[in-house]
């Protein structure tokens, strides 16, 4: 590095060609410039000195270029500067009558983290053509500070050389930029960031996420140096290569154009904030496309209108697929049952294992397809407008814009999840803006959710079941606002910081990459599935199962069980099945009419028992009898009595053992709480099951049932059963699923949000989040019964 005289400063001045750079460097030098090459290449070097205010400053005249990827001698020089020279800051010279391209290059000096000036040149001529740029707005969005020049004119200079003196007096800190460059290349960059610094590469002192950007850019000085390790040199190439495939199979783009398109996406969201067009010029189509959907007026009736579409779509479609899996399902509980002996074993299988998980996994084809809708909204470009849109809103109840990005990628229009969500928080400059955009991501409708409310709207709610939806979407961002606001009012007073969000162009989204990007969220869902809320389920089994109850109440049970026999042996169907190979063919026959769309009388020839099992198949379809069969309905109607007298103590009984188990206990004792709720021990069960994972909610409502329903319970899906249920009804229903979207969140986002935000916090939204369902919870249930809802 070279030396320097104490006290000077030394700025970078750089921008693109054509920019009015050499003006405001013969405007700040004059005669005082020294022409000469950069060391090894033949690049010209101009290099100049002037005093302003008392200070010494060194003028270093970078090579005109439009980035910072070594791709030419000038690019390579402007950038070995900094790196190498570290100057105190950039002043960076930007056409302000072409905004967007010059901003670029600004970007990139941003992303090192070095101090950055804007001369915002040539306003004269911006301002010729009808633009009028708000130069202090643009300083706010890009956390620099932003002067109007005409250099040629040397206007502006003076107040230029101002803030040089200023930025400079502030320290040699450096602060990178951190751009967001899309789920796919923001995992990768992390990764390869991560390996950067593993591997102590280095190139001067720059950060090790702004190379793992250039790695995947394919800057060949990066490349250079990465190829030099033979340990973590391949690993850094595999991961740039796999990501490289999976970008040109989901959006036909390598990673440079990607991210070349978020930062243009980033300059577009800050120049449509700071510039206004007083007369027309040529707007591209993506401008065109926005000025409907993000109008004041039609844009928030355009997104209301998309959200609700999003879900007439997912229910429309998935409707069927759902109840083919429900019925596969309750096909497999039954199959088990025949081939495995009554115990422990079976219980597992089919109440732990087929009642839990498939119970979740039974929801995929709605998963799947509620997250192709959203794949569309995001490869299409609408996704960023919908967070731009946000903005105003989010001001208002003191969040910060880019806090929509948290909560989008929570759920904020379904399917996310709240453990990236709190993450993406990170973006965010304002630690209290930050906090509060952290414990109120949880409250959006996650993917883990989605199958609770599946199952109860498919219950209660069939006919309205995407407007039922998108009222759960409004209710979680208003509960989510609303707290915001709230907390934002006591323990997380503070002020405001602007806001800046990535507006990608709109792009026509290939069929192949929409169907991977659900394919991988939809695998998400299944593994997880398969792993913890598998692990859960068979721990909450045992919970449910175990301590068994005492003796003396299988005992009772047993007595009743036995009297039903009886009755029903000694009865009027006792002529007709006076042995057990009676009995038998009775219940074949039986269960070969309960397969037939519709049961048939007896023909010429039938035994008495083929007469009597048609005899039920009539009366259980609630067909009028023959009068050939009439004789056969007393025994008839004591079969059908028996049978569900059977069922009753059988479910009597299991449930006295699930009560006795030690989540009925826990439930039991939970229960005078939730009771004014409508919530009865076996929701209580689920609910504490959802601390480990919300999906586990429904999982375990599927074992309980199972466990306490008897043998029948297993032909029916969840939702059926709950809509036979007599404590249930379509108010408890609703006001389980606004209790699931706010109680606590998650362990796994709780653990999220201690490490982002510390313990105490993360504690605090378990208590703050349970507080505030139970109270909102409460206040729906107490006024729908007093509304005569409840019924």
């Not at 990005?405 to 400059?429: F, K």
């Not at 653990?751 to 939204?765: D, K, V």
Request: proline share 5%; charged share 20%.
């Amino acid at each position: 590095m070279k030396q320097r005289t104490s006290g000077e400063i030394t700025i970078a001045l750089a921008g693109n060609p054509n920019a009015g750079k050499t003006s405001l460097f013969n405007q700040l030098t004059g005669a005082r410039a020294h022409v000469g090459n950069y060391p090894g290449v033949t690049v010209e070097k101009k290099e100049g000195r002037l005093v302003h205010q008392g200070r010494d400053i060194r003028v270093v005249d970078l090579p005109g270029t439009y980035s910072l990827t070594a791709y030419s001698l000038e690019e390579l020089v402007a950038r070995r500067f900094i790196i190498e020279e570290r100057p105190d800051l950039v002043v960076e010279v930007v056409d302000a009558a072409n905004l967007d391209r010059n901003l670029y290059l600004a970007l990139q000096f941003m992303e090192i983290g070095v101090p950055v000036v804007i001369a915002l040149n040539m306003i004269d001529v911006a301002e010729s053509r009808g633009l009028k740029i708000d130069a202090v707005l643009l300083g706010e969005l890009l956390g620099v500070p932003v002067i109007p020049t005409v250099a040629r004119a040397k206007k502006g200079v003076s107040e230029l050389l101002d803030a040089v003196v200023q930025v400079a007096d502030q320290g040699p800190a450096w602060k990178p930029m951190r751009i967001r460059y899309g789920s796919d290349l923001d995992l990768r960059i992390a990764e390869i960031t991560g390996l950067l610094e593993e591997g102590r590469f280095e190139i001067g002192e720059t950060p090790a996420r702004w190379l793992a950007v250039k790695a995947l850019e394919g800057d060949q000085d990066v490349m250079r140096i990465l190829d030099q390790d033979p340990g973590y040199g391949p690993v850094i190439r595999s991961s740039i290569e796999e990501v490289t495939r999976h970008l040109r199979a989901t959006v036909d783009d390598e990673p440079e154009g990607v991210i070349a398109d978020h930062r243009y996406g980033f300059i577009t969201s800050v120049t449509k904030q700071v510039v206004t067009v007083s007369r027309d010029i040529r707007r591209t189509v993506s401008d065109k496309v926005d000025m409907v959907v993000l109008n004041r007026l039609v844009g928030p009736l355009f997104l209301l209108t998309v959200l609700y579409l999003v879900y007439q779509f997912t229910f429309w479609l998935g409707d069927a697929p759902v109840g083919w899996f429900e019925a596969f399902f309750g096909w497999l509980s039954g199959a088990v049952e025949n081939v495995l002996p009554d115990g422990p074993v079976r219980s597992l299988i089919v109440s732990g294992i087929i009642g839990g998980v498939g119970g979740v996994i039974g929801f995929t084809p709605l998963i799947a397809f509620m997250f192709f809708a959203i794949a569309i909204l995001e490869d299409t470009g609408y996704l960023a407008r919908i967070a731009f849109m946000m903005d105003r809103v989010l001001r208002t109840f003191g969040l910060h814009g880019n806090s929509v990005l948290s909560l989008i990628v929570g759920g904020g229009i379904s399917g996310g999840c709240a453990v990236p969500g709190v993450m993406a928080a990170r973006t965010l400059r304002d630690p209290k803006e930050r906090l509060a955009t952290i414990l109120v991501t949880p409250f959006m409708n996650c993917g883990a959710k989605l199958p609770l409310y599946a199952v109860l709207i498919g219950a209660f709610f069939s006919r309205q079941q995407a407007l039922m939806m998108f009222l759960l979407t409004l209710i979680s961002w208003g509960m989510a606002l609303s707290s915001s606001r709230l907390l934002r009012w006591t323990l997380l007073k503070g002020s405001h910081t602007a806001f800046v969000m990535e507006l990608p162009p709109y792009r026509l989204p290939t069929l192949k990459g929409l169907l991977i990007h659900t394919w991988e969220r939809v695998w998400q869902y299944v593994k997880k599935a398969g792993t913890i809320i598998l692990a859960v389920s068979v721990l909450l089994w045992a919970m449910m199962t175990y301590p068994s109850p005492p003796e003396d109440l299988a005992r009772v049970f047993d007595f009743q069980r036995q009297q039903a026999i009886e009755a029903f042996r000694n009865g009027p169907a006792a002529g007709i099945l006076p042995d057990e190979k009676a009995r038998a063919d009775f219940r074949d026959r039986l269960a070969i009419l309960a397969e037939r769309p519709e049961p048939v009388a007896a023909g010429a020839g039938a035994n008495r028992v083929e007469v009597l099992a048609a005899t039920v198949a009539l009366l259980d379809r609630g067909r009028p009898l023959p009068d050939e069969l009439a004789s056969y309905a007393p025994a008839a109607r004591a079969y059908i009595a028996y049978r569900d007298a059977s069922v009753l103590i059988g479910g009597g009984e299991a449930q006295a053992r699930l009560k006795y188990s030690l989540a009925g206990r826990l439930g039991g004792l939970l229960e005078r709480a939730t009771r004014p709720l409508g919530f009865d021990w076996r929701t209580n069960i689920a609910l504490t099951g959802g601390f480990a994972a919300k999906e586990v909610v429904v999982s375990t409502l599927g074992t309980a049932y199972s466990l306490a329903g008897g043998g029948e319970v297993q032909k029916a899906s969840l939702s059926e059963r709950l809509a036979r249920e007599p404590g249930w009804n379509p108010l408890t229903a609703f006001t389980l699923m606004l209790f699931v979207m706010l109680y606590s969140p998650c362990f796994a986002t709780v653990i999220i949000i201690g490490r982002e935000a510390g313990w105490r916090w993360a504690m605090f939204s378990m208590a703050y989040a349970t507080a505030l369902a139970y109270g909102v919870s409460l206040i729906v249930s107490v006024t729908g019964r007093a509304l005569g809802l409840g019924t």
